[in-house]
């Protein structure tokens, strides 16, 4: 598969959601699909990957004893290396997670835990992605018409939609890039980010390449998403 000497490879999980729009108790990342958490789906693509080294989890508050006993320990994830508390928002939890990184060298794929499924083609294509240019995103075209609306709801512009990609995870990146690019982000304050991508446009000023991902790598959000996913899994 390589060309060269392999580079190490983390994967930070992102797991501290709290799912408010599932409007379960019991937050989305653990909640059951046919029969075992949705992050487990996740977790057991990266352990058996040959592209990915190593795993740092990154759970809610209060919650890592939890993943480590009934998650970790009962499904044998032993490349994750590391259970760590999450922050309130998104770009927080990634922080925390790359904070462990203490060698600057290889690269770091981050993916949110509610995307159950990722697979190996697309950890493939995001390590050559990466290894060419240094910061990818996997996504797909979107099948359908974007309107851009103004502050009043009303069509204010339709971009080509050639041009239009729905973004997913993971996003992949050298690990000195995004760990500057998060340092200069925190020490920043006013944040408006959305995903790592962003976060390396803006405060690295590097562009990120978008490589193909799946349409079945959805992102678990609403009950009806639960629904599709369950789908997938009998077909």
């Known amino acids: 598969m390589y060309t060269n000497e392999k580079k190490s490879c ?3 999980v992102l797991a501290a959601g709290r799912g408010s729009r599932m409007g379960t108790a019991v937050q989305k990342q653990y909640l059951e699909l046919e029969g075992r958490p949705v992050i487990c ?6 352990q058996q990957s040959e ?8 759970v809610g508050e209060g919650q890592e004893e939890f993943a480590r006993q009934k998650i970790i320990e009962k499904y044998y994830f032993s ?17 925390q997670g790359l904070k462990l990184l203490a060698d600057t060298e290889g690269y770091v794929f981050i993916h949110d835990g509610a995307r159950p499924f990722v697979n190996e083609a697309i950890l493939r294509r995001g390590y050559e992605t990466v290894d060419k240019y240094g910061a990818c995103a996997a996504g797909v075209p979107s099948k359908d018409t974007i309107k851009l609306a103004d502050e009043d709801n009303f069509a204010a512009d339709t971009p080509e939609r050639r041009f239009v990609w729905a973004i997913q995870t993971p996003q992949v990146f050298k690990t000195a890039l995004i760990k500057e690019a998060y340092f200069r982000l925190m020490q920043k304050g006013d944040i408006h980010v959305t995903d790592d991508a962003m976060v390396v446009e803006q405060m690295m000023k590097v562009p990120v390449k978008l490589f193909e991902g799946s349409y079945e790598n959805i992102k ?16």
């Open 10 to 12: 983390t994967a930070i």
């Open 51 to 58: 592209v990915i080294d190593n795993i740092i989890l990154v």
């Open 220 to 235: 678990i959000t609403t009950p009806e998403d639960l629904k599709i996913a369950e789908a997938f899994l009998k077909k």
């Open 79 to 95: 490349k994750v290396s590391a259970v760590v508390c999450g922050g309130r928002e998104r770009y927080d939890s990634v922080w």
């Open 41 to 46: 789906y996740a977790l057991e693509v990266f």
